[in-house]
């Protein structure tokens, strides 16, 4: 068998066709989801992009692996100390499973380097950095991948990641291809009132603030109603039409060298992306349900009916799952628990409760459980969070109406869950670290750290010196 990985940077499900979207950004990805399994509440444990690459491709969850930040300690992994061996060892990960199960591996990908995260390659027979640091178009990726698949994939017993970045911003789908949803309304969940709110709010990356690039005209510097609110979500949404589009060109490849029936086919990403969630525009945050949620998308071949998979996993579950459905045995260090039997026999298999951390952009720990995400913050990152926050995710999936204390008995579950977690993974610990709390004593998540000046000199210049001031007194206590 064959394995096409598609690592769609930055995409959140509900983008997508066949996850219930309006907008038909995702024509080649639908089809292959017409095929074959579809998870609905897959989930990163660790976000965003680092943590979550190393929690997939290592098998094991941050608090374990001490990968949790973009920058200092908690970015890098654990030192294994006086118990390393000579080579891999005891904490070989998936891409080594693969290879221990006879399949030859390829990466077309740069983020190791974007990243500093050497880590990446291991159990890679061929790496291809395609240099530009995840600066890269759809455009100037795939080729990259025609030209493998022309020369290798006819060969059996292959895998080959190919990740792609084109909805991360900076929005930069070509001019030339224009806007293919100008005349499509966007998601109606968001209305003036919400963002007028927004915009007297405060937080990197608000209303107020927007990632926005002058040399990306499909990017704005400011979200003010929801005229500008389309003309974001419309870059965007282009973004996920150019990767979905070159998706087409490697499956037509496929059909060419008549192997597309005996290739699986994943679809998925690292995390997703907030556009108004919890007021952040065009970036990966938090710990909420929107920036930890991700599509999973699985075509096996043999299997000619699709199927929707309902149960709670980590994306980490899923690839100890396919190192068994290939052969191979999952590493008994892992945190990820193959759920094989159930996924041949078309039945849902998943966890009671799922804990997902972020610490790059704030500090938060939450607790995913019946239809409910319990967010409790340690470090707010400079936005107007309280400490604890309840979403009702199935009839509030944008997270508007936090029911904390409304409902404290629901925040008391998930903080019995979240302490059980806890000390289940410091009993299974290396070294007893929480990498969450040596972010915490380095002053704070990477992106924020030593920015209060600047931040505050900002709000001060947008006429919210009143925030300024607040946020001096609390993080100068």
């Not at 698949?149 to 017993?157: A, I, Q």
């Not at 759920?339 to 951390?357: C, D, K, M, Q």
């Not at 704030?362 to 319990?374: A, K, T």
């Amino acid at each position: 068998m064959r394995i096409l990985y598609y690592d769609i940077d930055t995409l959140r499900p509900d983008h997508l066709g066949c996850y219930g979207y309006h907008r038909n950004t995702s024509p080649n990805i639908d089809k292959i989801a017409d095929e074959g399994v579809r998870f609905t509440r897959c989930f990163a444990s660790d976000t965003p992009c680092l943590p979550s690459r190393a929690s997939m491709f290592t098998g094991r969850l941050g608090i374990h692996t001490g990968i949790v930040n973009h920058g200092g300690e908690a970015a890098d992994m654990k030192m294994e100390g006086k118990t390393r061996s000579f080579g891999i060892g005891k904490n070989f990960g998936l891409i080594t499973s693969f290879r221990r199960a006879g399949y030859y591996t390829a990466s077309i990908s740069p983020f190791a380097e974007r990243h500093a995260a050497w880590w990446f390659y291991e159990g890679f027979n061929e790496i291809i950095n395609t240099g530009k640091c995840g600066n890269e178009r759809a455009d100037e990726v795939v080729p990259i991948a025609m030209d493998w698949l022309e020369g290798k994939g006819r060969d059996d017993n292959w895998f080959l990641h190919v990740n792609v970045w084109d909805p991360h911003t900076p929005y930069r789908t070509p001019e030339e291809y224009g806007n293919p949803f100008e005349d499509e309304p966007a998601p109606t969940w968001i209305d003036n009132e919400i963002i007028e709110r927004q915009y007297n709010s405060y937080g990197p990356h608000s209303a107020h603030e927007t990632p926005s690039h002058p040399l990306y005209p499909r990017m704005i510097p400011e979200i003010r109603n929801v005229d500008d609110f389309k003309i974001w979500i419309d870059g965007y949404d282009t973004g996920i039409w150019y990767a979905d589009l070159y998706l087409g060109k490697i499956v037509d490849k496929l059909r060419e060298l008549g192997i597309y029936d005996d290739t699986m086919i994943i679809i998925t990403s690292d995390h997703g992306e907030n556009h108004g969630e919890l007021n952040i525009y065009g970036d990966h945050q938090t710990a909420d349900y929107i920036t930890s949620r991700v599509p999973m998308i699985i075509k096996v071949p043999g299997n000619d009916n699709p199927w929707i998979d309902n149960a709670l996993h980590y994306q980490c579950d899923v690839g100890a799952t396919i190192t068994e459905l290939l052969g191979g045995r999952p590493n008994p260090r892992w945190d990820a628990k193959a759920f094989t039997r159930a996924f041949n026999e078309r039945r849902e298999e998943g966890r009671e409760y799922l804990v997902v951390s972020h610490c790059a952009w704030s500090c938060q720990r939450s607790v995913i459980f019946d239809d409910y995400i319990m967010i409790k913050t340690y470090h707010d990152g400079f936005k107007d969070f309280p400490e604890y926050m309840l979403f009702d995710i199935v009839n509030d999936p944008h997270e508007q109406y936090n029911l904390a204390e409304e409902r404290p008995h629901l925040i008391e579950k998930g903080m019995a869950y979240l302490n059980e977690w806890y000390d289940k993974m410091m009993k299974t610990s290396d070294d007893g670290i929480d990498p969450l709390y040596t972010t915490l004593k380095e002053g704070g998540p990477f992106h924020t750290r030593n920015m209060l000046d600047s931040y505050c000199k900002r709000l001060e210049e947008t006429g919210r010196g009143h925030i300024a001031e607040k946020l001096k007194v609390r993080y100068r206590q």
